[in-house]
């Protein structure tokens, strides 16, 4: 067995662990509730059986001489968007759709191309083969014009089918890293450790083919930016605060990043904290994480965990650090839109404290990165800074 | 001795002239209002043998006609009309006998002349023309044509009174309703939108040439052209579309159409009125039109040009699916500039006389001005032509992922409805292609056809469809016919059947064997049927029969989406066709090659 490094002491974690406990009381309590809606794992015959079912509708309308029309559910819209503290955002049960129709000029690229889609998936279900969203796009670049519209057809098609990505046999190409106590089993029988090496590993595709998780973990730290992840590994704070694991999904989080913190926290319930930037770009990447965004609100409780707290960078730290407002980067125009437009999100009501430090951001009309940090010492976010909040609780 | 025809539009104009200079005093762009009676009562003459003789009376049902002064009225008339000068009678104070005789009929011209019923026939076609012309730019004159040939009566009401109009700039109105323009189209039950959209260009002025001057008519004019194209852009999304025609429409001051009715278009004018636009710019390569038919409820525009396919090939018709470029050129007098009645007959005169001089002595104004609007007005075309491009893409990829799902599928049951499904598509197709032929048939320029003769053209497009879409050797490529049968979704794939014979014959390394490329493979947890060497050879005949129904699946895509094809002729259409032909075929003929019972 590898060589466990020497972390604080144990009276470091007190606080720690009484969070921990804190979240275990309160899952306990909420666990009576079944979760409802969401996608679930879907057998390839379940999948073949759907889209199946779509060509026969179309093929049905044709016959009564209509044109065919695909209805996929509006995930654009707040209104078809509730919200559920323990699970985060979620699609309602009855929610309005909109119609992608074959007969019409906007529209008929979109509906052509879900059938294309459609049609790559059956084929990949069928033989058992999985393919990237990139790989998908590469068929026929000229057609899909690009990679974003892929990927927003291949949300459509696993809203629409009920089914998750995985289940569509479509990998999404993994960018997270992930780095600490931790070690586990991918599905090909290989036994991974993020603990051995000096650098961080990366998340694998395959979520759901991992086995046999091993941890002592007290907390896990998501990080926003791979700069500071990577500051962080050098600093080699894992080590000083073992055990703990860092995972970092690289600014907006890929599906499997967000899948595998999902994972580590329904079998561990470690306290997870995120370390973002003091803007309204770090609170969106943090709220993916807790809550989930609108456009995947279908696969919700695949994929947000609501136990996440804000450790840090908080809009309150730069006063109360006396950061100097040379460091500071004023707020755009945009930054106080998108600062605008998550105030108004269900879920803010929730967080009278979010609430008071984005009061905080909008009043000084600043906003800080982590790096800001680095004014005062250079390994002060590692030496000082993050064990200190970790030690008393400096977290919302 | 002048027609019928010529003489009631010379007194249509006279009236017109006099209104406009009646109301010249208002204010510019008050359109001028009025309703006029024009009957035509004929007679077989006592006189003359086959030769009808017609009294026609030109009657205003208010007394809008203001100040016309008979005598004067009558004096000028002659002297236009020398051959009628005899025959003509104002009878505003005399008892009429006209069944019209309860209305207020103030003003009233009768003139009596023979006729040869088809010069009757030919005169009413052109005084019709003449009052459509009217009509689209003074929505507010309304016409009631009446013709009584031996006892059997025939009436035409024209107006436009309750219709969108257009307002242009220089205080003359267009009436925007499509009808008035094109004919319906058959097979598109109604236009998503039913108006033109005129764009006008910026006015030029343009001076009336030195020579013309001395004839008393002094100054400056002012042209100002608008563009539309006919039918509306947005009624053709769903279809291929070209400019097929390009119409142009003279109207003088007064909003008087400038070459009289009835007149054959002058070899002249034509060449002139090239000028106005740079046709290259467009892509555009235009001749004369050949179609002057006037038998249809259409404003008959002064100048017709056809445009030839891009291949150079010139249709024999107007394309039933083509836009027309509609042109109108408005020419009036400076704003401000004093006009009196004689003046406004003598510019029209010099006008219908010199139009293509004046227009070529300020030619490069003119032209930038017509090309501004209609730079505009394709813009639209271009845009719907853009829409379209999508669509017809668009259908083609979407119907390949679903012939690529229903080949590739291993569930006998969806095979088995989706082949129900379009089992139930040719019963339909039929039933549009009856519509199309009714319609075709009820065409309001369509001479009577035998029924010998529809049944033939049935016939011979039943057989055009069966050669099309489902004679396979039709198009079938060189080296085709080696190919084996490996029904797997990939070689459906009609990309890949471009890519040579070859494939077929040798799996690319890792694809799956013929057979094999049926089964359902291990890992697919597929409850449903395993696949045994006899259902294979089922599905084989499945899915035979579901490809070889393929093209009605594309017919009803083109029924449903508007896609149309011509029928006979190398139109754009019939090219889409040839498309969606080459693109679906390939996976049919193969399937049809290779014979479905060989496993």
């Given at each position: 067995?590898?060589?466990?490094?020497?972390?604080?002491?144990?009276?470091?974690?007190?606080?720690?662990?009484?969070?921990?406990?804190?979240?275990?009381?309160?899952?306990?309590?909420?666990?009576?509730?079944?979760?409802?809606?969401?996608?679930?794992?879907?057998?390839?015959?379940?999948?073949?059986?759907?889209?199946?079912?779509?060509?026969?509708?179309?093929?049905?309308?044709?016959?009564?001489?209509?044109?065919?029309?695909?209805?996929?559910?509006?995930?654009?819209?707040?209104?078809?968007?509730?919200?559920?503290?323990?699970?985060?955002?979620?699609?309602?049960?009855?929610?309005?759709?909109?119609?992608?129709?074959?007969?019409?000029?906007?529209?008929?690229?979109?509906?052509?191309?879900?059938?294309?889609?459609?049609?790559?998936?059956?084929?990949?279900?069928?033989?058992?083969?999985?393919?990237?969203?990139?790989?998908?796009?590469?068929?026929?670049?000229?057609?899909?014009?690009?990679?974003?519209?892929?990927?927003?057809?291949?949300?459509?098609?696993?809203?629409?089918?009920?089914?998750?990505?995985?289940?569509?046999?479509?990998?999404?190409?993994?960018?997270?890293?992930?780095?600490?106590?931790?070690?586990?089993?991918?599905?090909?029988?290989?036994?991974?450790?993020?603990?051995?090496?000096?650098?961080?590993?990366?998340?694998?595709?395959?979520?759901?083919?991992?086995?046999?998780?091993?941890?002592?973990?007290?907390?896990?730290?998501?990080?926003?930016?791979?700069?500071?992840?990577?500051?962080?590994?050098?600093?080699?704070?894992?080590?000083?605060?073992?055990?703990?694991?860092?995972?970092?999904?690289?600014?907006?989080?890929?599906?499997?990043?967000?899948?595998?913190?999902?994972?580590?926290?329904?079998?561990?319930?470690?306290?997870?904290?995120?370390?973002?930037?003091?803007?309204?770009?770090?609170?969106?990447?943090?709220?993916?994480?807790?809550?989930?965004?609108?456009?995947?609100?279908?696969?919700?409780?695949?994929?947000?965990?609501?136990?996440?707290?804000?450790?840090?960078?908080?809009?309150?730290?730069?006063?109360?650090?006396?950061?100097?407002?040379?460091?500071?980067?004023?707020?755009?125009?945009?930054?106080?839109?998108?600062?605008?437009?998550?105030?108004?999100?269900?879920?803010?009501?929730?967080?009278?404290?979010?609430?008071?430090?984005?009061?905080?951001?909008?009043?000084?009309?600043?906003?800080?990165?982590?790096?800001?940090?680095?004014?005062?010492?250079?390994?002060?976010?590692?030496?000082?800074?993050?064990?200190?909040?970790?030690?008393?609780?400096?977290?919302? | 001795?002048?027609?019928?025809?010529?003489?009631?539009?010379?007194?249509?104009?006279?009236l017109?002239?006099?209104?406009?200079?009646?109301?010249?005093?208002?204010?510019?762009?008050?359109?001028?209002e009025g309703q006029l009676v024009i009957s035509?009562?004929?007679?077989?003459?006592?006189?003359?043998?086959?030769?009808?003789?017609?009294?026609?009376t030109i009657a205003c049902a208010s007394s809008s006609y203001?100040?016309?002064?008979?005598?004067?009225?009558?004096?000028?008339?002659?002297?236009?009309?020398?051959?009628?000068?005899?025959?003509?009678?104002?009878?505003s104070?005399?008892?009429s006998?006209s069944p019209d005789a309860s209305k207020v009929s103030p003003f009233r011209v009768?003139?009596?002349?023979?006729?040869?019923?088809?010069?009757?026939?030919?005169?009413?076609?052109?005084?019709?023309?003449?009052?459509?012309?009217?009509?689209?730019?003074?929505?507010k004159i309304g016409f009631n044509f009446s013709?009584?040939?031996?006892?059997?009566?025939?009436?035409?009401i024209?107006g436009?009174?309750?219709?969108?109009?257009?307002?242009?700039?220089?205080?003359?109105?267009?009436?925007?309703?499509?009808?008035?323009?094109?004919?319906?189209?058959?097979?598109?039950?109604?236009?998503?939108?039913?108006?033109?959209?005129?764009?006008?260009?910026?006015?030029?002025?343009?001076?009336?040439?030195?020579?013309?001057?001395?004839?008393?008519?002094?100054?400056?004019?002012?042209?100002?052209?608008?563009?539309?194209?006919?039918?509306?852009?947005?009624?053709?999304?769903?279809?291929?579309?070209?400019?097929?025609?390009?119409?142009?429409?003279?109207?003088?001051?007064?909003?008087?159409?400038?070459?009289?009715?009835?007149?054959?278009?002058?070899?002249?004018?034509?060449?002139?009125?090239?000028?106005?636009?740079?046709?290259?710019?467009?892509?555009?390569?235009?001749?004369?039109?050949?179609?002057?038919?006037?038998?249809?409820?259409?404003?008959?525009?002064?100048?017709?040009?056809?445009?030839?396919?891009?291949?150079?090939?010139?249709?024999?018709?107007?394309?039933?699916?083509?836009?027309?470029?509609?042109?109108?050129?408005?020419?009036?007098?400076?704003?401000?500039?004093?006009?009196?009645?004689?003046?406004?007959?003598?510019?029209?005169?010099?006008?219908?006389?010199?139009?293509?001089?004046?227009?070529?002595?300020?030619?490069?104004?003119?032209?930038?001005?017509?090309?501004?609007?209609?730079?505009?007005?394709?813009?639209?075309?271009?845009?719907?032509?853009?829409?379209?491009?999508?669509?017809?893409?668009?259908?083609?990829?979407?119907?390949?992922?679903?012939?690529?799902?229903?080949?590739?599928?291993?569930?006998?049951?969806?095979?088995?409805?989706?082949?129900?499904?379009?089992?139930?598509?040719?019963?339909?197709?039929?039933?549009?292609?009856?519509?199309?032929?009714?319609?075709?048939?009820?065409?309001?320029?369509?001479?009577?056809?035998?029924?010998?003769?529809?049944?033939?053209?049935?016939?011979?497009?039943?057989?055009?469809?069966?050669?099309?879409?489902?004679?396979?050797?039709?198009?079938?490529?060189?080296?085709?016919?080696?190919?084996?049968?490996?029904?797997?979704?990939?070689?459906?794939?009609?990309?890949?059947?471009?890519?040579?014979?070859?494939?077929?014959?040798?799996?690319?390394?890792?694809?799956?064997?013929?057979?094999?490329?049926?089964?359902?493979?291990?890992?697919?947890?597929?409850?449903?049927?395993?696949?045994?060497?006899?259902?294979?050879?089922?599905?084989?005949?499945?899915?035979?029969?579901?490809?070889?129904?393929?093209?009605?699946?594309?017919?009803?895509?083109?029924?449903?989406?508007?896609?149309?094809?011509?029928?006979?002729?190398?139109?754009?259409?019939?090219?889409?066709?040839?498309?969606?032909?080459?693109?679906?075929?390939?996976?049919?003929?193969?399937?049809?090659?290779?014979?479905?019972?060989?496993?």
């Open positions: 067995m590898a060589f466990a490094p020497m972390g604080p002491e144990a009276s470091f974690f007190e606080v720690l662990d009484q969070h921990r406990a804190s979240l275990l009381a309160t899952l306990r309590r909420g666990s009576h509730e079944p979760p409802c809606g969401g996608t679930r794992p879907t057998s390839s015959s379940e999948v073949l059986a759907s889209i199946e079912h779509i060509i026969q509708d179309i093929i049905a309308s044709l016959a009564r001489n209509e044109a065919p029309v695909f209805s996929v559910d509006n995930r654009s819209s707040w209104e078809n968007i509730k919200f559920e503290d323990s699970v985060g955002l979620q699609m309602v049960s009855h929610c309005t759709t909109r119609k992608i129709k074959s007969d019409s000029p906007k529209s008929v690229q979109n509906f052509a191309l879900i059938l294309k889609i459609l049609s790559v998936i059956y084929k990949l279900v069928q033989s058992n083969t999985y393919a990237t969203k990139r790989d998908i796009y590469y068929t026929d670049s000229q057609l899909f014009g690009s990679q974003t519209i892929v990927d927003n057809i291949i949300n459509d098609v696993s809203c629409m089918l009920k089914a998750p990505r995985r289940s569509l046999h479509i990998l999404s190409t993994s960018k997270g890293l992930i780095a600490g106590n931790l070690s586990f089993t991918e599905e090909d029988g290989s036994r991974v450790n993020c603990a051995g090496c000096s650098t961080a590993v990366a998340v694998p595709s395959n979520i759901q083919g991992l086995r046999n998780f091993i941890t002592d973990a007290k907390f896990l730290l998501i990080v926003e930016k791979d700069a500071t992840f990577q500051r962080l590994l050098d600093d080699n704070f894992c080590s000083r605060m073992s055990p703990c694991i860092m995972v970092t999904g690289k600014g907006v989080p890929d599906l499997n990043t967000r899948l595998l913190v999902k994972k580590l926290w329904d079998l561990f319930h470690l306290p997870l904290f995120t370390l973002v930037d003091a803007d309204p770009h770090g609170m969106e990447i943090m709220c993916i994480y807790k809550y989930g965004s609108k456009s995947m609100s279908f696969e919700a409780h695949n994929l947000t965990v609501p136990a996440i707290r804000w450790l840090g960078l908080l809009p309150s730290d730069i006063n109360r650090l006396n950061i100097p407002k040379s460091t500071l980067i004023p707020l755009t125009k945009r930054d106080q839109m998108k600062l605008d437009s998550i105030l108004r999100r269900p879920y803010i009501t929730c967080q009278p404290f979010w609430r008071k430090e984005m009061e905080i951001m909008t009043a000084s009309k600043m906003k800080a990165e982590i790096q800001a940090l680095t004014f005062i010492s250079s390994d002060y976010l590692s030496r000082v800074y993050l064990p200190n909040k970790l030690k008393f609780g400096g977290w919302i | 001795m002048e027609g019928i025809s010529v003489a009631v539009c010379e007194i249509l104009r006279y017109i002239i006099h209104w406009k200079c009646e109301t010249a005093g208002i204010s510019k762009g008050v359109l001028l035509i009562e004929a007679l077989n003459s006592k006189h003359q043998e086959n030769a009808l003789h017609c009294v026609t203001g100040g016309l002064v008979p005598k004067k009225f009558l004096k000028e008339i002659r002297s236009i009309l020398p051959g009628l000068s005899a025959k003509l009678r104002w009878t104070e005399e008892a006998c009768i003139f009596e002349v023979d006729e040869g019923p088809s010069m009757l026939m030919t005169d009413c076609l052109a005084i019709k023309d003449f009052l459509r012309r009217i009509i689209v730019v003074h929505p013709v009584k040939v031996n006892g059997a009566l025939s009436m035409e024209f436009t009174e309750n219709e969108p109009i257009f307002h242009l700039l220089n205080g003359s109105a267009l009436a925007v309703n499509h009808q008035h323009y094109v004919r319906p189209k058959c097979g598109v039950p109604e236009f998503l939108c039913s108006r033109i959209h005129p764009v006008p260009g910026h006015p030029v002025t343009v001076s009336i040439p030195d020579d013309v001057a001395g004839m008393g008519v002094l100054g400056e004019l002012v042209l100002t052209p608008a563009a539309a194209l006919c039918p509306c852009p947005k009624a053709f999304s769903n279809q291929e579309n070209r400019i097929s025609s390009v119409s142009m429409f003279l109207y003088g001051p007064s909003g008087l159409p400038l070459i009289p009715p009835g007149q054959e278009q002058p070899a002249a004018i034509f060449t002139e009125l090239t000028c106005v636009i740079d046709w290259k710019k467009y892509h555009l390569c235009v001749g004369p039109s050949v179609d002057y038919s006037s038998d249809r409820d259409l404003v008959l525009p002064d100048v017709s040009y056809q445009v030839e396919s891009q291949e150079g090939a010139q249709a024999q018709n107007v394309d039933p699916w083509g836009q027309t470029l509609l042109l109108f050129l408005f020419v009036d007098f400076h704003s401000g500039f004093p006009v009196q009645r004689m003046e406004l007959w003598g510019v029209h005169t010099m006008l219908t006389a010199r139009l293509g001089a004046v227009l070529l002595e300020h030619q490069r104004a003119v032209r930038d001005s017509v090309h501004i609007a209609v730079d505009q007005a394709l813009e639209q075309h271009h845009q719907a032509a853009e829409a379209h491009r999508k669509l017809r893409a668009s259908h083609a990829v979407a119907v390949s992922s679903i012939m690529s799902v229903v080949s590739g599928s291993t569930s006998s049951s969806f095979r088995q409805l989706c082949l129900q499904a379009l089992q139930e598509l040719p019963a339909q197709n039929d039933g549009a292609q009856n519509a199309e032929d009714t319609c075709e048939r009820s065409g309001p320029e369509r001479l009577p056809e035998t029924s010998g003769q529809a049944e033939g053209k049935r016939r011979k497009r039943s057989a055009e469809e069966t050669l099309g879409f489902r004679s396979p050797p039709a198009v079938s490529p060189p080296g085709a016919i080696p190919r084996r049968l490996e029904p797997t979704e990939a070689s459906l794939d009609p990309k890949e059947w471009e890519a040579g014979p070859d494939r077929g014959r040798v799996p690319a390394p890792g694809s799956a064997s013929p057979e094999s490329g049926l089964e359902v493979p291990a890992g697919a947890e597929r409850g449903r049927e395993v696949d045994h060497p006899a259902v294979i050879k089922r599905r084989f005949t499945s899915v035979l029969v579901v490809s070889s129904l393929s093209p009605l699946c594309v017919l009803l895509w083109r029924e449903l989406t508007g896609i149309q094809v011509r029928r006979g002729g190398a139109g754009a259409a019939g090219r889409a066709r040839g498309e969606a032909r080459g693109r679906l075929m390939p996976p049919f003929l193969w399937l049809s090659q290779a014979h479905p019972c060989s496993p």
